[in-house]
């Protein structure tokens, strides 16, 4: 497996329950991303993390959302009491460092497709 | 107003033509920026990125960035049936957010 991996890779949910999407970055790398994409909103920037630094979590929409990174791996995306609007494809990236001043250059996963119903 | 903005309007084109696709942003302190294709039902991958102003070619692509004008271009030449893609521009400043455009979605009709 050598690309970014994602899990599951759709998702239908009923209105109110929570959901948990998972991220597998390349082996290596140790900054992972989150990103959502809506119809006609283009890709929005949710979470970042970077080694063992504090999360970047300044693109989380609201506090239903919450994600954590375990071991400097592989991250889980949280939803909690998901909405309708919540419905998007949650993409996940990795680049090798996250260090800020270089183009750090972001590979992205297949990303998990939520519906709420 | 959004930090980049993309005309998400489809754009059909004959194979053979050239694509021509572009991106305005407001925020000076962006230093990279990149171009992501992306196909159906998969994640962006990316194409290329440049970080100054000017021309970057790669085979069938250029990238040309004026940062006076605060405006990036990706041209693509002799399109084929496989460049059928939604193609997304993305920039990036100190830290390590990318600041995406809405895509375009391209169609190379053989």
């Known amino acids: 497996g050598a690309g970014v991996s994602q899990s599951p890779s759709n998702k239908v949910t009923e209105k109110g329950k929570d ?27 949710l979470i970042y993390f970077q080694g063992n630094s504090a ?17 400097g791996s592989v991250s889980t995306l949280t939803i909690q009491r998901t909405q309708q609007e919540d419905s998007a494809v949650y993409l996940c990236a990795s680049s090798l460092t996250g260090l800020a001043g270089g183009p750090n250059e972001q590979y992205f996963g297949p990303g ?5 119903t | ?20 696709l572009n991106c305005t942003y407001s925020n000076s302190a962006f230093q990279y920026f990149m171009w992501y294709r992306q196909y159906s039902r998969k994640g962006p991958e990316l194409l290329m990125y440049t970080y100054s102003s000017g021309n970057k070619e790669d085979g069938r692509f250029t990238a040309q960035v004026d940062k006076s004008s605060k405006y990036i271009s990706l041209f693509i030449r002799d399109s ?3 460049d059928s893609a939604t193609y997304l521009c993305a920039m990036k400043k100190g830290n390590n957010r990318l600041a995406f455009g809405k895509g375009n979605q391209v169609v190379v009709i053989p």
């Open chain 1, 19 to 45: 959901v948990e999407l998972r991220c597998d970055p390349i082996s290596g790398h140790t900054a992972l991303y989150w990103y959502r994409q809506s119809l006609g909103q283009g890709l929005e920037f």
């Open chain 1, 55 to 71: 999360p970047d979590k300044s693109g989380l929409p609201s506090d239903r959302f919450s994600a954590e990174r375990t071991g």
């Open chain 1, 112 to 116: 998990t497709r939520l519906t709420v």
């Open chain 2, 1 to 20: 107003q959004k930090e980049v903005e993309q005309d998400p309007g489809p754009l059909s084109v004959p194979e053979g033509a050239i694509v021509s």
């Open chain 2, 80 to 82: 084929q049936p496989s």
